[in-house]
């Protein structure tokens, strides 16, 4: 422990974001970086706790009052290398993940919690910028031969540590760049794709390789993959989306809200899109059904295309601003959170149900009708309630349905494969992370559902030592979950 007197003296201070009027008007990332002392005092705050909840907060077990501690006595090298023993990519978790360990940061119980999640990213981008971060390939090559279908952060991570336990790694990504939705869900203003290709770039140094635009399922198949690999990852995320089958929804004007956000950053990458396939909000009146992430960055991206007003649409009630009694540390808090993206503007408005898109006579969407709910309990079980004569209309010319996923997408691949599938639409796996197909194992959303980048993560590397044991009989890769 840093400071013992740290977590008295100083307050939490949050990582300070870019103007709201500059953001607007680019795509770059919303925080800016914070300077070393400010770093070096918010470290401090760690009370270094006999048992630290941040542990089991982090998915991937991260040893944060380590590296809290090393930050503050200017260790940052020493930092990093910590950092990295139980992350692939602090980099992307840094700027992207909710950080359920601050939520259980034992300060929190009637404190500010410490800022792991500004440490943490701090860490790892001083470790590129000083050059502490090299391509390492590994000393000894096993001779085994795995697949990962997905690029995504649990491709990523699985891919990353097969490779440095010897075996010759292939990522197979159908779609033309590599990243899943760290490339083409979330919006570069939440990670620019330079912070990704600098990730990808040292795996290629350090061995592996990656195949753009192959589909796995079409332009290769599963028999291609258990034929020429003696190991199987399928990462392919869980990208079905929820629809909403209403009166109205086949106007023109209604898009799925990955749709709308995959071509803005095939945009910002450079690629020309045509007038099909780029959906502009500039001008437009936007509303998003669905309050969630995906929902924010939505509401993001339409802002800084110039839209006329965007409402973003919630079924359920609007959360309380504080924990209630039956929500207590160091459960994830159930409150209402305000994005940086909400910062940025727009209206939330909560407790309302989409009934019908309405058009303009001409095949597009011009309004929707909507209804107010009630929360009232009935046998004892709550409820959402229509409220009678509340139906109200909202002016929409797009509408960008952002209500979750509802698990793998069926059929190629997997109907090639045979795998076995569970209720919620995921690929069933052993406590091995092996599939019903043998040699043929799971990782990230694809078997667990629509989830978080640090749970990707955490699934890949534990996914590999599956793997790994497979291949070789036993192993020694860490296994987070
Ligand atoms: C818009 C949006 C924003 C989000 N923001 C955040 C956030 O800020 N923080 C956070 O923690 N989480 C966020 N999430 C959730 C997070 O991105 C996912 O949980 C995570 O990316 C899952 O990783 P994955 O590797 O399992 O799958 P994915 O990232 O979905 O990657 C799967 C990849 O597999 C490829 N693929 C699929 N099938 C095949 C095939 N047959 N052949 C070849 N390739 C194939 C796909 O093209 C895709 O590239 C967000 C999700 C969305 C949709
Ligand atoms: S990965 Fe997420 S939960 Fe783990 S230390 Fe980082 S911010 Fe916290």
Redesign the pocket.
């Known amino acids: 422990m840093g400071k013992p007197t740290g977590f008295i003296e100083i307050e939490r201070k949050k990582p300070a974001t870019r103007p709201v009027e500059e953001r607007l008007r680019d795509w770059r990332e919303v925080y800016v970086p914070t300077d070393p002392q400010a770093l070096r005092d918010q470290a401090s705050r760690c009370m270094d706790c006999g048992i630290p909840f941040c542990h089991q907060g982090c998915p991937l077990g991260n040893l944060i009052p380590t590296w809290n501690d090393l930050v503050y006595r200017d260790r940052w090298r020493t930092a990093s290398d910590r950092l990295h023993a139980t992350n692939n990519f602090p980099e992307f978790?840094g700027r992207?993940?909710?950080a359920p360990c601050e939520a259980s940061c034992v300060l929190g119980i009637n404190d500010a919690p410490v800022t792991i999640k500004a440490t943490e990213v701090a860490i790892v981008d001083r470790a590129f910028a000083e050059g502490w971060i090299a391509a390492r390939p590994p000393a000894r090559r096993t001779g085994k031969h795995v697949a990962v279908?997905?690029?995504?952060?649990?491709?990523?991570a699985a891919a990353d540590q097969l490779n440095r336990a010897g075996h010759a790694v292939t990522v197979?990504?159908?779609?033309d760049r590599i990243?899943?939705?760290?490339?083409?869900?979330?919006?570069a203003f939440?990670l620019e794709k330079r912070v990704l290709d600098r990730r990808l770039a040292l795996m290629a140094a350090e061995g592996v390789v990656f195949r753009t635009r192959?589909?796995?399922?079409?332009d290769?198949t599963a028999d291609d993959l258990l034929s020429d690999f003696d190991g199987v990852v399928l990462?392919?995320?869980?990208?079905a989306p929820r629809d909403l089958r209403i009166a109205g929804r086949d106007l023109r004007g209604i898009h799925f809200?990955?749709d709308y956000?995959t071509a803005q950053n095939r945009r910002s990458e450079g690629d020309e899109l045509s007038a099909g396939e780029y959906v502009s909000a500039a001008g437009r009146q936007v509303v998003i059904i669905g309050g969630g992430?995906?929902g924010a960055?939505c509401l993001g991206t339409a802002l800084r295309q110039a839209a006329a007003a965007v409402r973003q649409l919630e079924v359920m009630p609007r959360p309380p601003d504080a924990r209630t009694s039956g929500n207590p540390w160091p459960e994830w808090p159930q409150i209402f959170r305000v994005s940086t993206a909400h910062e940025e503007g727009g209206e939330r408005l909560f407790s309302v149900s989409t009934e019908e898109f309405l058009g303009d006579g001409h095949g597009r969407v011009r309004a929707l009708r909507a209804r107010r709910l009630d929360r009232v309990t009935v046998e004892g079980r709550p409820i959402l309630q229509p409220v009678a004569g509340s139906d109200f209309e909202l002016p929409a010319d797009l509408v960008l349905l952002?209500m979750g996923?509802t698990g793998a997408?069926r059929g190629?691949?997997l109907d090639q494969l045979g795998v076995r599938m569970t209720e919620r639409g995921t690929v069933w796996r052993d406590d091995a992370w092996m599939t019903s197909v043998p040699g043929v194992f799971a990782?990230?959303?694809?078997q667990?559902g629509?989830?978080?980048?640090?749970?990707?993560i955490a699934?890949?590397r534990s996914c590999a030592r599956g793997v790994d044991a497979y291949l070789m009989g036993e192993s020694e890769l860490p296994a987070p979950v």
């Open positions: 978790t992207l993940c909710p279908v997905g690029s995504g952060p649990a491709g990523l197979f990504e159908r779609a990243g899943g939705l760290l490339r083409y869900g979330i919006p939440k192959a589909h796995v399922g079409i290769v990462a392919g995320g869980a990208a809200a990955m956000l992430d995906t960055d952002a996923f997408e190629g691949v990782a990230g959303d694809m667990r629509q989830s978080l980048i640090v749970w990707a699934d890949g």
